[in-house]
T-cell receptor, first 109, second 117 residues
C-alpha cells in the first residue's frame, strides 16, 4: 500500500528553527509537495521537490532523498504566524497526490 | 500565481436538501480537478477525480449517487451533495492542476464549510 508518515505534532520557539520530517512509500514517484494549512482554511503551496537535494525559498527549505523515501521541511526564524499544519504529499505514478496526515506545528513565544 | 475559486465558502442547509459547490480555475485550464473532504483534525481525503467531459472517478467508499460531480468545461467543476445529512457536515476543498504539466503543483480553492442541520 501507499503510505506517508509525518509526526502528528511539534512544538518550537519563536525565532528558532524546526525540521518536519516526512517518509513515504508509494507506487511510483513524481515529486513531493509541502503545503501549509491554517485551521479552517485550504492548504497553500510551499514547495515541490522532484530531484534529490535541498530547495531553499526564503525562510523555508525542503529536502528530498528519493533513495531513502525521505523529505524534510525546514523552517527558520520561526514566527507566530507559522503555527499551522504542514502537509506532505507525494505524486505517485498516476500523478495522484497521496497525502500525509499533517504535522501540527505549535510556536511558543 | 494560478487561482482557483470555490463558492460558497460557507453553507448551512437543512437535512434532506441538496447543496451545490462550484470550483473554478480562473487563469488556467484544468483538465482534471480533485474534490477532497476534510473532517476536523484529520488530513485531506480524496473523494473523487473530476475529468472534463467524462465521468468522475470516485474513491472507494464514496457514494457517486450522493456526491454528484460535473466537469462541464476546462474551468468549472461542481460537486452536489444530494439529500444531505448531518454526517455530511465537513470541509470540502477542490483543487486543480494546469493542463500544461502533470508534475505541477495543485492549486486549491478556498474550501467550503458545509453544515447540515
Amino acid at each position: 500500500g501507499q503510505n506517508i508518515d509525518q509526526p502528528t505534532e511539534m512544538t518550537a520557539t519563536e525565532g528558532a528553527i524546526v525540521q518536519i520530517n516526512c517518509t513515504y512509500q508509494t507506487s511510483g514517484f513524481n515529486g513531493l509537495f509541502w503545503y501549509q494549512q491554517h485551521a479552517g482554511e485550504a492548504p497553500t503551496f510551499l514547495s515541490y521537490n522532484v530531484l534529490d537535494g535541498l530547495e531553499e525559498k526564503g525562510r523555508f527549505s525542503s529536502f528530498l532523498s528519493r533513495s531513502k523515501g525521505y523529505s524534510y521541511l525546514l523552517l527558520k526564524e520561526l514566527q507566530m504566524k507559522d503555527s499551522a499544519s504542514y502537509l506532505c504529499a507525494v505524486s505517485d505514478s498516476n500523478y495522484q497526490l497521496i497525502w500525509g496526515a499533517g504535522t501540527k506545528l505549535i510556536i511558543k513565544p | 500565481g494560478a487561482v482557483v475559486s470555490q463558492h460558497p465558502s460557507r453553507v448551512i442547509c437543512k437535512s434532506g436538501t441538496s447543496v451545490k459547490i462550484e470550483c473554478r480555475s480562473l487563469d488556467f485550464q484544468a483538465t482534471t480537478m480533485f474534490w477532497y473532504r476534510q473532517f476536523p483534525k484529520q488530513s485531506l481525503m480524496l473523494m473523487a477525480t473530476s475529468n472534463e467531459g467524462s465521468k468522475a472517478t470516485y474513491e472507494q467508499g464514496v457514494e457517486k449517487d450522493k456526491f454528484l460531480i460535473n466537469h462541464a468545461s476546462l474551468t468549472l467543476s461542481t460537486l452536489t451533495v444530494t439529500s444531505a445529512h448531518p454526517e455530511d457536515s465537513s470541509f470540502y476543498i477542490c483543487s486543480a492542476r494546469d493542463v500544461a504539466g502533470a508534475d505541477t503543483e495543485a492549486f486549491f480553492g478556498q474550501g467550503t464549510r458545509l453544515t447540515v442541520v
